[in-house]
T-cell receptor, first 111, second 115 residues
Framework: KAGVTQTPRYLIKTRGQQVTLSCSPISGHRSVSWYQQTPGQGLQFLFEYFSETQRNKGNFPGRFSGRQFSNSRSEMNVSTLELGDSALYLC??????????FGQGTRLTVV | AQKVTQVQTEISVVEKEDVTLDCVYETRDTTYYLFWYKQPPSGELVFLIRRNSFDEQNEISGRYSWNFQKSTSSFNFTITASQVVDSAVYFCALSDPWGGNQFYFGTGTSLTVIP
């Protein structure tokens, strides 16, 4: 059974640009959530999608958005990138919300 | 508000020593889940265990064991006879049944096992 796949693994972007990250959950999982991990703030919840609907949202500015497709794949978008957006972005998929399986993450560097 | 505290930022042990990672949580919910995840240098969070709030039975899985005590709001993790491959950052996390995949993570404990 394939795990959670995140693409790309690494990204370098310039301030002011926008970026889209992709997450393919484990087959059969309908819930996908996103987390930002930084040395200063640790792991912080961004949002969760379930059956194409945003079910939960963390405390991040509107520059951070996401969506989920009918095949449960999810994308996360960050517009007008800031230096502080440099982080490891982790995606997690879950079948029943009780266990989450994480991907290897996308490491975003904003210069 | 949900909160998870891991007071140990870094721990170093010599191979074959036992080590306990502490986790204390805060929640007003009576039903909740507790988790431990391992994050090796590759970055992926590896699921280790889930416990629900009604199950205080301790669990052992090979060299890993977990001690859940509601009276002290703690969910500690012990590695017996540590090995170099155990070197990683370990996270404790809390979620509630209505929060979907919204996990509240501790700040993590970086474990280094010295050969």
């Amino acid at each position: 059974k394939a795990g959670v796949t995140q693409t790309p693994r690494y990204l370098i972007k310039t301030r002011g640009q926008q970026v889209t990250l992709s997450c393919s959950p484990i087959s059969g999982h309908r819930s996908v959530s996103w987390y930002q991990q930084t040395p200063g703030q640790g792991l912080q919840f961004l949002f969760e999608y379930f059956s194409e609907t945003q079910r939960n949202k963390g405390n991040f500015p509107g520059r951070f958005s996401g969506r989920q497709f009918s095949n449960s794949r999810s994308e996360m978008n960050v517009s007008t990138l800031e230096l502080g957006d440099s982080a490891l972005y982790l995606c997690a998929s879950s079948y029943d919300g009780a266990e989450a399986f994480f991907g290897q993450g996308t490491r975003l560097t904003v210069v | 508000a949900q909160k998870v505290t891991q007071v140990q930022t870094e721990i170093s042990v010599v191979e074959k020593e036992d080590v306990t990672l502490d986790c204390v949580y805060e929640t007003r919910d009576t039903t909740y889940y507790l988790f431990w995840y391992k994050q090796p240098p590759s970055g992926e969070l590896v699921f280790l265990i889930r416990r629900n709030s009604f199950d205080e039975q301790n669990e052992i899985s090979g060299r890993y064991s977990w001690n859940f005590q509601k009276s002290t709001s703690s969910f500690n993790f012990t590695i017996t006879a540590s090995q170099v491959v155990d070197s990683a950052v370990y996270f404790c996390a809390l979620s509630d049944p209505w929060g979907g995949n919204q996990f509240y993570f501790g700040t993590g404990t970086s474990l280094t096992v010295i050969p």
